[in-house]
């Protein structure tokens, strides 16, 4: 299944009680049109707010669906207009949604230019942030394996161990930046503590060599506080066995 959903409604992808998650938005929805308990397997788990350019999730049933398409245009009548669901495909029999992916990317938006507009879906950033020292700094990235300074404190992550392949910022246009990283695995808040960490290189609060002083003290006190969500949007997954939208 691909989809894709605005993150401000819901306490983020993972199905947990007393709260609406997309994740148990969709398997309300599908259970409902399937007339039979089901329980999708995401790619990832995305925080509170945080939103979905493209997720992949898996889920299984007894005999194939007849008719995929109907069932896409079912799922979207009923969970609402902050998800939308793309396409619903068959894979083989063993494949994992969150264990076959190969790469994420996330993207976070930063506007130095106000808006009433942008607000709820990007940052407002200062202009007067230095975003090419970001960049030097985020180039580190890459090279460095153990993310424990980025990672959620006491979560349940049995490794802080990923491989970060791209980071980088871009301008767009004259309204602002976008940072994007792409990686094997990401840990809860990594990206935006990350963001956060460059954010005190770009006040002139923090050298390059200290960014990397924080990422080899391996320890989350050490980094920059954690950015608001809604500037943050997984943007794509990769597959070895399909491509993805």
């Known amino acids: 299944m691909h989809l894709a959903y605005?993150?401000?409604?819901?306490?983020?992808?993972?199905?947990?009680?007393?709260?609406?998650?997309?994740?148990?938005t969709i398997e309300q929805a599908l259970?409902?049109?399937?007339?039979?308990?089901?329980?999708?397997?995401g790619a990832g788990r995305t925080d509170t707010g945080v939103s979905a350019r493209k997720?992949?999730?898996?889920?299984?049933?007894?005999?194939?669906?007849?008719?995929?398409q109907k069932t896409v245009v079912a799922l979207n009548s009923l969970v609402g207009r902050d998800i939308a669901i793309y396409s619903i495909t068959r894979v083989h029999d063993d494949a994992h949604a969150r264990f076959d992916a190969t790469s994420r990317t996330y993207r976070y938006f930063a506007t130095t230019v106000k808006s009433p507009f942008f607000h709820t879906l990007?940052?407002?950033?200062?202009?007067r942030l230095d975003f090419e020292a970001m960049n030097r700094a985020a180039a580190i990235l890459p090279t460095?394996?153990?993310f424990t300074s980025f990672a959620k404190l006491h979560s349940d992550a049995k490794t802080n161990i990923c491989k970060v392949t791209r980071a980088s910022w871009s301008p767009i246009d004259d309204k602002g930046w976008m940072f994007e990283i792409t990686a094997d695995r990401f840990l809860r808040t990594m990206v935006r503590s990350i963001v956060?960490?460059?954010v005190e290189v770009g006040r002139g609060k923090m050298s390059e060599s200290q960014f990397l002083d924080v990422i080899n003290a391996r320890n989350r006190c050490e980094a920059g506080t954690s950015m608001p969500p809604q500037a943050l949007y997984l943007w794509d997954i990769t597959y070895p066995y399909y491509s993805t939208l």
């Open 6 to 24: 605005r993150g401000a409604p819901f306490h983020g992808w993972q199905s947990q009680p007393n709260a609406v998650s997309v994740q148990s």
């Open 31 to 41: 259970s409902t049109i399937m007339r039979r308990q089901i329980k999708i397997t």
């Open 55 to 68: 997720m992949v999730a898996h889920f299984d049933v007894d005999q194939p669906l007849s008719d995929e």
């Open 122 to 127: 990007a940052w407002q950033a200062s202009p």
């Open 144 to 146: 460095v394996s153990d």
């Open 196 to 198: 956060g960490t460059l």
